[in-house]
Every structure is written in C-alpha cells, then in structure tokens.
C-alpha cells in the first residue's frame, strides 16, 4: 500500500527566465523541482518578456506538477503580473515560491486568490526578512514549505552570508517546519568555485533537520540529491528498526548494538513514509530507490 505522507521535494534547480531554451534545457538536469524564476534575476526592464517565457516554458511542459514558478513580492505590480500570468495560463506549476515575505497573511491571502481561480498549488515562502523570522512559526503554518534567502536576511543583518551568523534562523525553521509538517529548505551555495562550501552547507543543513537544498547551479544536484534523496540504504535500515521492535512486542531492543524503542520505530515510519511518497512522485524512471509495492 502506498503511503499517505506527502512527497517532499529534496532538490530544487532555480533557473532564470530570461531564455526560453535555457528554462526547457534545465528541465534535462536531475532535479526534484525545476524554478522558473521571475524575481531577483530578472531586470526590471525584462520582467514582461521573462512572463512571456515563463508561459511558453509552462504550456510546453505538458505534466507541470513538478515545476515552480518564483514570484515577485506582494506589494508591486509584477506581482499582481505575475499572479494574473499564472492564473490565466491552462498548464500551472505544481508549486509557488513568494519572496520577501514579511508577514502569514500573505501566503493566506495567495492562496484565497489562487483557490479562486480553481487552482491550489502548494506555495512556499522565502524567508528572508527580519519580520518573516519574527514570526516565524505562524509563516510555516501559512505556507507549504520554507526555504532560506540567507543573501537578503544577511544583507539587512549586515553580516556575511556564513552558517553562523544565520544559524538560529536556521534552527528557528527546522523546528517550525517540524511542528507544522511542512518542507524545510536550505538556501543556495554562492561559492560556486569552492565546492567544500557547498558540503559543509549540506551537512549542517542536514544536521539541522533540513529535507533539501535549493541551487543555481546544475553540477550541484549530484551532491544535493546524494545527500537528501531518500536511498535503499536508509530505507532498509528503517525497516530493520520497525520489525526489530515489532518483534520485540514494541518495546526496547538491540539492532546492530544500538538501543532502539518507540522513539526510533517513530523516526524510522517517518523514514519509510517519506521516502515511499518522495518516489511515487519524484523518482520514477530513476535509478536508486527501488519502487514501493
């Protein structure tokens, strides 16, 4: 039986949209979630023809659950663009991305709008404002999933973009995402030429309890997707600890000399939950995490 849990994407591959052929090339690129981005790297001069692009990149994708479209912030009129682009369109991203979001209402407020127009994709917030940190928990119960704009949050800081300067955000969404069972994601690596950055960025991402890792760069997802996708490995260590305990008649046992109990069985269902509905959704026809019966 397939799980009920709900398939949370681990890599996400943020690509301009400033060239039609450069949006569908990335598509070839092994990313849970292909971002077509209309924000930040998009020139206010070019923000008309990077919807044009965005809407032909869309129409041409036929099964769309699985791209994202990044939004400008609530507020302007390319927002209100961007919204009217989307809504307007027949084939629709599976997921939203907001930025610079200060405050819940305004995913709430979104997703009243899109739900208008018959469409409810899953919306998730760039936290990267001093007012989204502040009030943090009630933005993760708002959105979908949240993912780190450390450049931003480090610019109104005045600070370099560095874990320890944003490690309490960091742990601060951890916990939220945790308590609202929504997706957690790490910001991109700006040190493209220094791929120990990138390394050191996924191994506290993950010790933090983060599900994945957005990029602008393609030759990162091998890394990001090796350390956040679910693999076989895991996936039979979790099962080991369910039927260990379950044998033991729920209570505590030795697996492999390690104490387990209830505590381990909960975190190894969550495994095997997730990492079932991550591949009914996001890795078929892909080597690796073999199919779930």
């Not at 919807?51 to 390319?78: E, F, K, S, W």
């Not at 910001?187 to 309890?209: K, M």
Request: with cysteine.
């Amino acid at each position: 039986m397939r799980s009920t849990t709900r398939a949370i994407p681990r890599s996400f591959l943020y690509t301009p949209a400033l060239s039609l052929e450069r949006v569908l090339t990335a598509r070839s690129y092994d990313a849970d979630v292909h971002l077509i981005d209309l924000e930040d790297s998009v020139p206010a001069p070019a923000k008309e023809e990077a919807r044009a692009i965005c809407r032909a990149a869309l129409d041409r994708a036929g099964d769309a659950r699985n791209l994202a479209v990044r939004i400008n912030p609530v507020g302007t009129v390319d927002h209100v663009r961007d919204v009217a682009l989307l809504t307007d369109g027949t084939v629709r991203p599976g997921y939203v991305f907001m930025t610079m979001v200060r405050f819940p209402s305004e995913p709430l407020l979104l997703r009243e709008c899109l739900a208008s127009a018959g469409w409810s994709p899953e919306i998730f917030v760039t936290v990267e404002t001093v007012e989204a940190v502040h009030d943090l928990d009630a933005v993760a119960g708002a959105s979908d999933g949240l993912i780190l704009g450390s450049a931003d949050l480090a610019a109104t800081l005045g600070i370099d973009i560095n874990p320890t300067g944003l490690l309490a955000t960091r742990q601060a969404m951890a916990l939220a995402c945790a308590r609202h069972r929504t997706t957690c994601v790490d910001t991109g690596n700006f040190q493209l030429a220094d791929p120990s950055a990138l390394h050191e960025e996924i191994a506290q991402a993950r010790a933090l309890g983060f599900h994945g890792k957005g990029t602008v760069h393609p030759k990162e997802l091998d890394a990001i997707n090796a350390a956040f996708r679910p693999s076989p490995q895991e996936m039979a260590e979790a099962r080991t600890v369910v039927d260990a305990v379950r044998a033991a008649g729920d209570g505590v046992t030795l697996v492999d000399g390690r104490m387990v109990g209830p505590p381990f069985v909960r975190r190894a269902r969550e495994t095997l939950g997730r990492g079932e509905a991550w591949q009914a959704r996001f890795g078929t026809a892909r080597p690796g995490l073999p199919a779930t019966p």
